[in-house]
């Protein structure tokens, strides 16, 4: 089966703290997150800065192994690395730890899509290269041999052979596209608390 991978390393500073740890409808986004991908996945590991998330990590998600940071400040695309590394699954399903929405569905849908690809991406305007599906060799691959350092995770994806799924595909997995809801400040998890959704849905 796939590995999950979700990215809780990032420095939160418009939201004032790590957001992976804030709670929303009771327990730690995290949380919600995990339960999303847990259906698709034998092993789970979440992406950290430091120890002090390692910690925390392990708290709210015991079965989890947090994978820290190899080297510090360059953004997701470290996280990203050091989870493809580490991962056992050939697949390897990537989410960011903000997203309380996050559907299982949405996988499935990416998980068939994939195919004979490197990766699935998600694109609703942009391409969301934090909510995809990758193919690890591949993808580690591009990392490693890459001469001129990887920047980004979209740098990652513009040398893979990837599949681009556009808003109308996705709404066949995602109808109201809640799974791309991220919380940035603490003003917008306030506003998820609101909505009549229930967290991560199966729809199945």
């Known amino acids: 089966m796939p590995t999950a991978l979700i990215l809780a390393g990032g420095e939160s500073h418009r939201f ?10 009771g327990r730690p986004m995290l949380a919600w997150v995990a ?17 002090d998330q390692e910690e925390r990590v392990r708290h709210v998600l015991p079965g989890a192994t947090p994978v820290r940071d190899a080297r510090p400040g360059r953004g997701p695309v470290e ?3 050091r989870g ?3 991962a056992r699954g050939e697949v ?3 989410a960011p730890c903000d997203a309380p929405f996050l559907r299982t569905s949405l996988y499935e849908l990416l998980l068939v899509r994939l195919e004979a690809h490197d990766a699935v991406v998600p694109r609703i305007e942009v391409p969301d290269p934090l909510r ?3 193919r690890r060799k591949a993808a580690l691959r591009v990392l490693e041999a890459s001469r001129a350092r990887i920047p980004s995770p979209i740098a990652l994806v513009d040398r893979l052979d990837a599949v681009l799924l556009p808003a109308e595909d996705l ?10 809801l991220d919380v940035n400040r603490a003003e917008d998890l306030e506003a998820l608390e609101t909505r009549g959704d ?6 199945r």
């Open 198 to 203: 229930r967290g991560p849905v199966r729809d």
């Open 92 to 94: 390897v399903l990537v």
């Open 35 to 51: 339960a999303a991908l847990a259906p698709l996945a034998d092993e789970t590991l979440v992406a950290v800065a430091d120890s």
């Open 84 to 86: 493809l590394k580490t």
């Open 132 to 134: 995809a599906v990758y």
């Open 79 to 81: 996280g990203l690395a």
């Open 171 to 180: 709404r066949a997995a995602d109808p109201d596209l809640s799974s791309f």
């Open 16 to 25: 004032g703290g790590p957001k992976a740890f804030a709670e929303f409808r």
